[in-house]
């Protein structure tokens, strides 16, 4: 094998072996990638120069700063997104919070004489904050909450663990 072949594959070996099962950011994994592949190609331009160790230093360098930069900003980027995406679920819990029915609602509901089926289309429609403590429950069914009612509650309860 050449001289350069066998630069351009240790330097990718090392690039892949230094991976292995550790989790690495993506500016680790860029560096070194880089570091192998600019390794080789400056070995290869190099050479055409009679320079072809000096080449493999000043290409591994490069490669290395240029494959941490380009990694970073995979990194950064997926920061971002996960902000975003957090961001965006604690939205969506705010706003199904604001949403979700109380016992205080079914109890109106129910007070007014609304149908169970409308009721329990409610609950599942809107899901809900409510108080299912042994006490509570025995309020909604005195007060009239029929047990299907109670039931649907304990299913979209929001609270629930």
């Known amino acids: 094998m050449s001289h350069i072949k066998w630069i351009a ?20 994994n860029g560096a070194l990638i880089g570091s192998g592949l ?14 072809r160790d000096k080449g493999a230093l000043i290409g591994g360098a490069i490669g290395a700063v240029t494959g941490g930069i380009a990694g970073d900003a995979a990194d950064k980027e ?4 996960n902000a975003v995406t957090y961001a965006q679920h604690q939205e969506a819990m705010r706003r199904a919070d604001q949403r979700a029915m109380t016992n205080e609602d079914v109890l109106k509901m129910a007070s007014q004489g609304i149908k169970e089926g409308i009721i329990l289309d409610t609950i599942r429609d809107r899901g809900g904050r409510f108080d299912l403590s042994p006490d509570s429950v025995t309020a909604l069914a ?6 299907d009612v109670i039931r649907e509650m304990r299913q979209n309860n929001i609270n629930a663990y």
């Open 78 to 81: 997926e920061q971002r997104q």
């Open 142 to 147: 005195t007060r009239g909450v029929s047990q």
């Open 38 to 51: 600019g390794a080789a190609a400056g070995a290869i331009i190099g050479n055409q120069v009679g320079e």
């Open 9 to 28: 594959v240790s330097g990718f070996l090392v690039a892949v072996v230094s991976t292995g099962c550790q989790t690495n950011t993506r500016k680790e």
